[in-house]
């Protein structure tokens, strides 16, 4: 499956933003999908998961009750509703594609990465 992300900018402190995350190849439906993110000088973090129905999502504490994952399996794509974005949010977000069957997150293996698309929050 090859994955795109896009849907970043440059927005401030405070604002919204929707990444995208369009999947080809194999159908989306057949992976668990997650978000990550990677600042300059910093490691990958963890943002969000969602399974392959949409059913159960997962959330880094950084960003609970702020971004919103979901999934339109019809339209072979995932999204990321980032709210109330904050400058520590500045990152490239890339989208990735899991097969395991395991729970949605951070320990679950992604065999697959997009590019990223870089968000940046001024303040």
């Known amino acids: 499956v090859q994955l795109q992300a896009y849907g970043g900018g440059l927005v401030q402190d405070g604002d919204s933003l929707r990444l995208s995350c369009a999947a080809s190849?194999?159908?989306?439906?057949?992976?668990?999908m997650g978000w990550f993110r990677q600042a300059p000088g910093k490691e990958r973090e963890f943002v969000a998961a969602?399974?392959?129905?949409?059913?159960?999502?997962s959330y880094a504490d950084s960003v609970k009750g702020r971004f919103t994952i979901s999934r339109n399996n019809a339209k072979n794509t995932v999204y990321l509703q980032m709210n109330s974005l904050k400058p520590e949010d500045t990152a490239v977000y890339y989208c990735?594609?899991?097969?395991?069957?395991?729970?949605?997150?951070?320990?679950?293996?992604?065999?697959?990465w997009g590019q990223g698309t870089q968000v940046t929050v001024s303040s």
């Open positions: 990735a594609a899991s097969s395991s069957y395991g729970e949605p997150g951070p320990k679950m293996p992604y065999n697959y």
């Open positions: 190849g194999r159908t989306s439906s057949s992976y668990a």
């Open positions: 969602i399974s392959r129905s949409g059913g159960i999502t």
